[in-house]
């Protein structure tokens, strides 16, 4: 037996591995354009960043940041809820405290039942208010602000090794068993060529 034919699955699990790796490097580098033998080669993410921003500005607008989403969420019953105490206690503050500082005179008329009464009276409103200004609000924003514009901007000038270093503290575990798959592919290849090779002599 021909014991040289036991390096080709480790010499074929080493290029599966190695063509593996410099793929995912290609995703990122080189971060500029260079020409290799008349080709010009630049990483995918730095070639395509352009569009990339385009694409990333226009789903986050449209899917997943929309000023529909924003306002429905804002004037939710239940966030209206959450902040009432908070309002209830400035309204509570400003008739007991401010107003008897402001005007001394009014106060002394208003006692714990008027300032109850008049403080379910200004909940009621605000309950009744807050949605339309909010409503008002998040369109005066939406015609202002062009949120895919922002997000496309964003992208457009965020660093590639930023976002290299970013992929790769999410991605670590992933790429390192793409370029491990690679090399067990090229083992198992490696050892389908010496069974082949065996049984043709």
């Known amino acids: 037996m021909n014991y040289w034919l036991l390096l080709i699955p480790v010499i074929s699990a ?10 995912i490097k290609m995703l ?31 789903l986050v607008s449209d899917e997943l940041l929309s000023f529909t989403d924003i306002e429905a969420r804002i004037t939710d019953p239940k966030n209206l ?4 105490p908070h309002l209830e206690g400035h ?16 106060s002394m008329f208003i006692g714990d039942k008027t300032i109850e009464k008049i403080k379910s009276v200004f909940i009621e409103e605000l ?14 924003l ?10 496309t901007d964003k992208v457009r000038n965020f660093s ?5 270093a970013i992929l790769y503290q999410v991605m670590a575990r992933e790429f390192r068993f ?21 049984l043709t002599r």
């Open 142 to 151: 939406q015609a202002e602000l062009d949120l895919e514009q922002i997000v």
């Open 91 to 106: 309204i509570d503050h400003f008739l007991r405290v401010k107003l008897s500082d402001s005007m001394p005179v009014i």
């Open 160 to 164: 590639s090794d930023k976002l290299e």
């Open 14 to 23: 080493f290029i599966g591995w190695f063509t593996n790796w410099v793929a």
């Open 127 to 140: 309950q009744n208010l807050f949605p339309t200004l909010i409503k008002k609000y998040v369109g005066q």
């Open 81 to 84: 809820e959450k902040i009432l």
């Open 28 to 58: 990122f580098h080189p971060k500029e354009p260079r020409f290799v033998l008349g080709y010009r080669i630049q990483g995918i993410f730095p070639k395509r960043q352009e569009q990339f921003a385009v694409k990333l500005g226009k």
């Open 178 to 198: 793409v370029e491990l798959l690679g090399g067990i592919l090229g083992f198992l290849i490696g050892l389908l060529q010496v069974g082949l090779t065996l």
